[in-house]
């Protein structure tokens, strides 16, 4: 058999370049698949469904990305894997965020992260009880409450409040338990505590099972935003629990506070933008699980305070907005 002359071997090589082009395309995007971390929380809270479900979209997308979840404590945990460098990215609470890039609180220096989107608004619930002795904040001086697991932004938000209320100190100050939801609700349940604290969407599951069981008051929390907003940070806003929401009569005004999703700086400007582009295709099925009626649109993303914009996502939104 004679051997191919020239001009064959050029349309070979042609066409066999066509076809890895067309092979490449038909993958998403060419390259080696970028594994990124990503620190959420415990097994059935609302951090670790956002990020099994940011798993899915992504390894469904195409792109060269693989998002693999990370169960933790949550935000102040979170931050600490982030900045140590155990993950590539996580979810936190806006103002445990704040306080890590400005080394306070929780944290002894400023932790070098970076965000990629305000995702969503965690709503602070203070429940007890409805034929209980609580009926306002000031009533759980020196009762037991659930007050967040630790190294959880619940844990942040809820001294805050107590704080606030003057009731971390003095003659008869509440007595914080550190307790996940699920052992928070199982304590309220059965009376070892008064009252619970939990910042997550509405409705979480879980209280909304409670709320079956047992006839709930949701405590009014919006009269402390001011003085949280004063001392910390504008993370803090005044939000509503809607009537009909846990079988609520009326509107329970509370405290509303960012989720941000968060990368290390090293993290390639490349991964950051695709999981961004993820992120904002995929939305409904993200926030589907952790809270109702929220939409995410990039003028609420870019909203993260004190800490700054990786610049994957400077990059992302300026191609959104042109």
Known sequence: ??????????????????????????????????????ATGPEGGPYNAFGKALAQAVAASGRPLEIVPVSTAASVDNLRHLDGGSVELALAMADVAED?????????????????????VNYTHLLVPADGPVRAVQDLAGRPVAAGAEGSG??????????????????????????????SVGALREGTVDALFWSGGVPTPALSGLARELPLRFLPLDGYVGALRERYAPAYSAVTLPAGVYGLAEPVGTIGVGNYLLARADVGEGAARGLLHVVFEQWRDLLREVTAGARLEPRFAISTGEVPLHPGAVAYYRSVYG
């Open 154 to 183: 619940v844990q942040v938000v809820a001294e805050r409040v107590l704080r606030a209320a003057g009731l971390s100190g003095g003659p008869a100050p509440a007595r914080a338990r550190r307790l996940g939801l699920a052992a």
């Open 100 to 120: 890590a890039v400005l080394g306070r609180e929780s944290f002894s220096r400023p932790a070098a992260v970076t965000a990629l989107a305000r995702v969503y």
């Open 1 to 38: 058999m004679t051997s191919a002359g020239p001009s064959r071997r050029r349309a070979i090589a042609a066409g066999l370049g066509a076809l890895a082009g067309a092979l490449a395309g038909c993958s998403g995007e060419a390259g080696p698949v970028r594994r990124l971390r990503l």
